[in-house]
């Protein structure tokens, strides 16, 4: 199949799963074309199957907001022509959806008809899409889609619960490349970052407010007070700043590294004991899934899409937004005992197990066919 994917190139949960989706679609033998505004981060990779197009916004000063939505849709139109693309996925409804939309109404008037996948994400339902200023464009691109997935069965709920839906939503979780989280001993320099007494907690986000990164810190400022540990903090966002201010003013900025944005995140999850994800909202996950696969415990809220993926008492512990104390005292019972610690270990690399690249694409691939196959029957 010849599949155009539209997502976010920037680091975040949505254009990871777009990026490693159409790597893996194009070693399926399929011819995957990336529109998007930069190649996105994960994509290192282009070749005679993965192709990348650039949607360039002209800057004109009568504009206040440069119409984004406009240039997408119109590329998507050239890009679908030029390679004769026969079915567009699109990640994170807003504005992705809505662009494809007005591209799959152009083609059709120059006869060609080309369906759209739309996968929801998570904060194009629950932060920013359910609000009242995008709520109408929002439900409009949701219900005009010819097939809708969802990453999580919460995330389900949310938007039927949100917005009025008339399509099915089909769940087709997250996944990973296990392969990418075998341990490489020779990559894995763990004597780097501490010393050999030392726990390693680990954090990964956007450093937005939804990730609550005050609670990280929080929570490893009670860990230390119990045992030797560093927090390595990955990524970047507005909430860095604050965070480091937190750590100087606990006294604890010598044990918390930040270590910016990264694209080797496997390579700090192989030398990590425990992962944190204290977010107030989380439609799934991936953050904790990628630390599970490198076989890193997670001590995360019990919201959204989260308890889909970390199991209470197995690969880690959950407990309610903003209860620090708890998180706290469930991260020192796992990190004190060697024994208990590799338990855990074990049991959250086996746990991302049933969330391998290989068991997930396949549906994706099912939902083109059938997808594809209806719109020719129309
Ligand atoms: O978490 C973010 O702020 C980034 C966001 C995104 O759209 O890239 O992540 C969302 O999608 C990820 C991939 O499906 C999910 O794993 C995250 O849980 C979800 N984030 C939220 O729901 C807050």
Redesign the pocket.
């Known amino acids: 199949m010849r599949i155009g994917i539209v997502c976010?190139p920037t680091f975040?949960?949505?254009?990871?799963?777009a990026t490693e989706l159409g790597l893996e679609l194009s070693k399926r033998g399929h011819d995957i074309h990336f529109i998007t505004y930069s190649q996105p981060v994960r994509l290192d990779l282009l070749g005679s199957k993965v192709h990348f197009h650039e949607v360039n916004v002209p800057e004109y000063p009568l504009f206040l907001y440069q119409p984004y939505e406009l240039a997408l849709s119109s590329k998507l139109v050239d890009m679908v022509k030029l390679h004769k693309i026969e079915i567009l996925h699109v990640h994170?409804a807003i504005p992705h959806a809505y662009a494809a939309y007005m591209a799959k109404k152009m083609l059709q008037e120059e006869g060609l008809n080309v369906p759209i996948v739309t996968?929801l994400?998570?904060?194009?339902i629950?932060?920013v899409g359910s609000h009242p200023f995008y709520k109408p464009a929002v439900t409009f691109s949701i219900n005009k889609s010819d097939a809708v997935t969802s990453?999580s069965q919460s995330?389900k709920e949310d938007t039927e619960r949100l917005f009025k839906i008339k399509k099915e939503i089909q769940v087709i979780p997250?996944f990973i490349d296990l392969k990418k989280h075998e341990p490489n001993f020779t990559d894995c320099q763990r004597e780097l970052m501490a010393s050999e007494d030392e726990r390693i907690v680990t954090h990964i986000?956007?450093f937005?407010e939804?990730?609550r990164i005050p609670d990280v810190i929080r929570i490893f400022n009670e860990i230390q007070k119990k045992l030797p540990a560093k927090l390595m903090m990955v990524g970047e966002g507005p909430e860095r700043k604050p965070a480091e201010e937190l750590a100087e003013e606990l006294g604890i900025a010598e044990k918390v590294i930040f270590l910016g944005n990264s694209n080797e995140i496997d390579k700090i999850l192989c030398f990590s004991d425990l992962f944190l994800l204290p977010?107030r909202?989380?439609?799934?996950?991936?953050?904790a899934?990628e630390a599970m696969a490198s076989g890193v415990p997670v001590i995360s809220s019990n919201t959204?899409?989260?308890p889909e993926v970390n199991i209470e008492g197995v690969t880690g512990f959950l407990s309610d937004v903003g209860d620090v104390e708890a998180m706290a005292k469930n991260a020192v019972f796992i990190l004190e005992d060697t024994e208990r610690l590799s338990t855990f270990k074990n049991n959250a690399k086996e746990a991302s197990k049933k969330f391998g690249i290989s068991e997930i694409v396949p549906k994706y691939e099912q939902i083109y066919k059938e997808t594809l196959s209806k719109s020719l029957v129309l």
Do not use: C, P
Not at 12 to 17: F, M, N
Not at 121 to 124: E, N
């Open positions: 976010y975040g949960g949505s254009g990871v799963v994170y996968t994400h998570g904060t194009d629950t932060l990453v995330l997250n986000s956007n937005r939804v990730k977010s909202t989380e439609s799934f996950g991936l953050a899934l959204g899409g989260i």
